[in-house]
């Protein structure tokens, strides 16, 4: 028998042990965790919970919301709700379950609540996050609901009224174009889940049209939304949009637009310089009444004259309201909480700054965090380098910020507190004015002793109008020395692109925790080394939220992140860690390895919506990868089983080019060079013909976890067969992906007596029952894969490995399991020719070729990490 005498032995808590640290699929883990159905919109998960458990009636209702498993599962908002209207609850869920969830049929029963219009439909709302506000626009379409009920039903359920009907565009039209230097974002309003619209862009003296990246659903303004990257500055574009919904084309629109220039208009009658307009202390701009228009800019020079701040000054320079500012070549030291502070400005542009020994030093410190004085109640927080405060349509370039004069605390203490070298909040209360921020080849870094907060940070991080709002893009930065996060994004990101920086030095890198709106966009940054100030990190890219802040898709393209912890990670946001993200081709890997810690991407919640294709993913330590996600077709590049590509990337640098097959170039973003790869160097597409078997006689063979009781084994001279005999489990190290093609063959022998003769595919030396594959024995185990039908002959068994398991392994296990052998009853059994091949009804072709060539195919080289 199995060595597991009881469900309180060490091989239980094992295999919860496993459960928590490795890798976790769409239907159950192949290393045996406990199943997990991706998480849904609270009507789903309630409706579901009503069919697993047969509830058909409101009493019954009333009792399953009062369950651990409902209680536990609800976002914050709709626990509130069902605990106090649970009879409006348990109505609303019947009339869903009754009309095959269809919401149409909800509106009907709100219309029929004359009396309690308002409270039905703040529950409603409650139960459908992500979908609220485009419900709410049905109901607000009824003439029987009135728009007034509607409003204060949508604040109690914390939805934003002003944002339930069709927003504005920038035209009639329904659509907004919001060029940047190198990007422009393209929104189509008025839209339905069902609809896809196709991008194609050139430049206007072009003659060929490039693809672009379709655009993405946005629940929350019921809009179609992306973003073209990798423009040129000042040129002319083209773009034209296919908007089709259920695969018939709806519409072909051709629009323009221009990318801004990279300088702006300057008024020669504004220049000035520093050295003739400054008297010392702070420079107030607002003060002296500089300011341009949208024809001729204002232009301040620095000219050598370092501006230095006043012990009483607020910061070194004031720009306050003056719009059409531009500084260039400044240098600032000092401020008591600002180097630059701009306080509702638009078109503000700061070139060549370098900003030093701002804000307030501690001088008290309570539990590890920093006050004024011993008379202040509050903390030091918030002190920036630069920081225009609710400001819009901005350009930061070529700046150093570094050295202030305080620093954070660390975790220890709790959350951060401490100064930033930039503080965004992009929130103008001129819409046209709102975010547009332009962060581009700045280098911000603290020191190991004195480390920022976060380096970029937001303010009103859980509101739509949080940190960048809308329209931005971060680029070739550097980024340094954090005790919390290296960037936060947090807020509306409602087409925020972060890429091509250098992360480095942070307890996370980049926090996108909630994206309220979106879609985001991370793709082509380093990040390496994280760490605070006592070596301890989370994750390079946070997430979560978007069930109670709801609710916007992040995508993650082609970054390189080599970290101890884990890629991308879930924290919670209001008690909810649910994220949305479209991550791909990316390479993470991590050293550490614990039940939280080593992860390529860390999902506690499995969001239905939620995609992974094609990322290297590698743990050092484990020597496989590791991972929480749905795994789905295509989940991993096949490299990452691959450990010598893992030491070629880790020696890289911040880029690695990698081969990756035409079907995963992401349109505009992925860069290509064609090549012909060497296939061999990818994964090895084999057949039963050509595929050879093991030699056992050049591998390790060793003990598989504790049921290896007798320890005896042999292998022919050939290498190709091992025999184990009495209670025997043995292990050799093997390393692939497991995919739906995966095939085993096998020839087995055995004297008609044992437990358990076959085999497991592991990824460490801890059996997990979904992995093992029984073709003979008495003990009931896992029912799965081939029986043999002979005792004391060799038969040929095959099967479809992948039909049971997916994913990566790195070692095969022999077993033979019989408790009870001993004397001249010992039983053994003989495994040879053992093969693992994909498929031949894998649709790859190879091209002719001599005996002596190695199989090529078509691949593209992508760029991976920074771009030069």
Same mark, same amino acid.
């Given at each position: 028998m199995l060595a597991c005498p009881s469900i309180y032995s060490s091989c239980f808590i094992r295999t919860l042990f496993v459960s928590l640290v490795i890798l976790i699929t769409t239907s159950c883990s192949i290393f045996h965790a406990p199943e997990k159905k991706p998480t849904q919109q609270p009507a789903q998960f309630l409706l579901h919970k009503m069919h697993e458990q047969q509830v058909s009636s409101s009493q019954a209702l009333l009792t399953l919301f009062k369950t651990k498993a409902v209680q536990s599962h609800l976002p914050k908002q709709t626990k509130k709700a069902v605990n106090k209207y649970p009879k409006i609850a348990a109505d609303i869920l019947l009339t869903l379950d009754k009309n095959a969830e269809s919401q149409s049929s909800i509106i009907e029963l709100i219309e029929q609540k004359k009396k309690k219009q308002n409270t039905?439909?703040?529950?409603?709302?409650?139960?459908?996050?992500?979908?609220g506000y485009r419900l709410a626009e049905k109901l607000a379409a009824s003439d029987k609901i009135d728009n007034e009920t509607i409003t204060t039903a949508s604040l109690r359920a914390g939805f934003d009224p002003a944002i339930i009907s069709p927003p504005t565009a920038a035209n009639n039209d329904g659509y907004r174009i919001v060029p940047l230097m190198e990007s422009a974002s393209i929104t189509l309003y008025n839209q339905t889940e069902n609809a896809s619209a196709d991008i194609q862009f050139k430049a206007q003296d072009d003659t060929q049209w490039q693809q672009g990246l379709a655009l993405q659903w946005e629940p929350i303004q019921g809009a179609l939304s992306g973003s073209i990257v990798y423009l040129k500055p000042n040129t002319q574009y083209e773009v034209k949009i296919s908007l089709s919904e259920n695969g018939v084309l709806l519409s072909e629109e051709q629009y323009s637009f221009s990318t801004r220039a990279e300088s702006p208009p300057i008024d020669p009658d504004k220049i000035y310089y520093l050295s003739e307009i400054y008297q010392g202390g702070q420079l107030d701009i607002e003060a002296l009444g500089i300011e341009g228009n949208a024809n001729g800019w204002a232009k301040i020079i620095g000219d050598g004259v370092t501006i230095q701040a006043d012990e009483g000054d607020k910061s070194a320079v004031y720009i306050g309201r003056q719009n059409y500012i531009m500084l260039e070549n400044i240098t600032t030291k000092g401020g008591f909480r600002y180097g630059i502070h701009g306080y509702k400005a638009h078109h503000v542009w700061i070139k060549g700054a370098n900003i030093s020994e701002f804000g307030r030093v501690a001088t008290e410190?309570?539990?590890?965090? =920093?006050?004024? #004085?011993?008379? /202040?109640?509050?903390?030091?927080? *918030?002190?920036?380098?630069i920081y225009l405060e609710r400001s819009g349509v901005v350009v930061i370039e070529n700046s150093e910020i570094h050295s202030p004069n305080g620093k954070a605390n660390s975790w220890e203490y709790g959350h951060p507190n401490g100064p930033n070298a930039f503080q965004i909040w992009g929130y103008h209360d001129t819409e046209a004015y709102r975010g547009q921020y332009i962060v581009r080849n700045n280098r911000f870094y603290g020191t190991p002793e004195k480390r920022f907060n976060d380096v970029i940070e937001g303010r009103s991080n859980f509101k739509r109008s949080g940190a960048f709002v809308r329209d931005s893009a971060i680029y070739n930065n550097y980024l340094a020395y954090a005790n919390d996060d290296l960037i936060e994004m947090?807020?509306?990101?409602?087409?925020?692109?972060?890429?091509?920086n250098e992360l480095t030095q942070?307890?996370? =890198?980049?926090? #996108?925790?909630? /994206?309220?709106?979106?879609?985001? *966009?991370?793709?082509?940054?380093?990040?390496?080394?994280?760490?605070?100030?006592?070596?301890?990190?989370?994750?390079?890219?946070?997430?979560g939220g978007i069930m109670t802040r709801p609710a916007g898709i992040t995508n993650v393209f082609e970054n390189l992140i080599i970290t101890d912890r884990n890629g991308i990670g879930a924290s919670r946001v209001d008690n909810d860690d649910t994220f949305w993200v479209n991550a791909q081709n990316n390479i993470f890997i991590h050293h550490d390895y614990g039940s939280t810690s080593g992860y390529g991407i860390y999902d506690k919640q499995l969001y239905e919506a939620s995609t992974f294709k094609n990322n290297i993913i590698y743990n050092t330590n484990a020597d496989i990868p590791l991972v929480r996600a749905n795994i789905d077709t295509d989940f991993y590049h096949p490299l990452s089983v691959s450990s010598d590509t893992v030491e070629e990337i880790l020696n890289a640098g911040n880029a690695f080019k990698l081969n990756v097959e035409p079907k995963f170039i992401i349109p505009n973003f992925s860069q290509v060079n064609s090549a012909i790869g060497n296939q061999a160097a990818e994964k090895p597409v084999n057949d039963e013909a050509t595929v050879s078997p093991i030699n056992f006689s050049t591998l390790n063979v060793g003990s598989f976890d504790n049921q290896d009781r007798h320890k005896s084994y042999g292998i022919s001279n050939d290498g190709l067969q091992i025999t184990l005999s009495g209670n025997t489990w043995k292990s050799v190290p093997y390393t692939t992906i497991v995919t739906s093609e995966t095939m085993v063959e096998v020839d087995v022998m055995h004297t008609g007596r044992g437990e358990i003769i076959g085999m497991a595919f592991e990824t460490d030396n801890k059996l997990s029952y979904s992995h093992l594959f029984k073709f003979f024995g008495s003990q009931k185990v896992r029912d799965?894969?081939?029986?043999?039908?002979?005792v004391n002959e060799f038969e040929t068994l095959r099967f479809n490995v992948g039909q049971y398991i997916s994913g990566p392994i790195n070692r095969l296990v022999f077993v033979l399991d019989y408790d009870d052998a001993h004397g001249s009853k010992v039983p053994s059994a003989s495994f040879r020719n053992v093969k693992i091949y994909d498929s031949a009804s894998s649709d790859t072709t190879l091209p002719e070729q001599s005996e002596t060539e190695i199989p090529v195919i078509p691949t593209n080289s992508v760029n991976i990490g920074i771009l030069d």
């Open positions: 039905y439909i703040y529950v409603v709302l409650t139960m459908y996050p992500v979908d410190y309570r539990k590890g965090k =920093g006050y004024e #004085t011993i008379n /202040n109640t509050g903390l030091i927080n *918030y002190d920036s380098g947090d807020g509306g990101q409602a087409n925020v692109l972060f890429y091509n942070g307890y996370c =890198g980049i926090s #996108t925790a909630p /994206n309220m709106i979106g879609p985001s *966009y991370i793709f082509h940054n380093y990040i390496h080394d994280l760490g605070d100030e006592r070596g301890k990190e989370w994750t390079a890219i946070k997430m799965q894969g081939p029986k043999t039908t002979k």
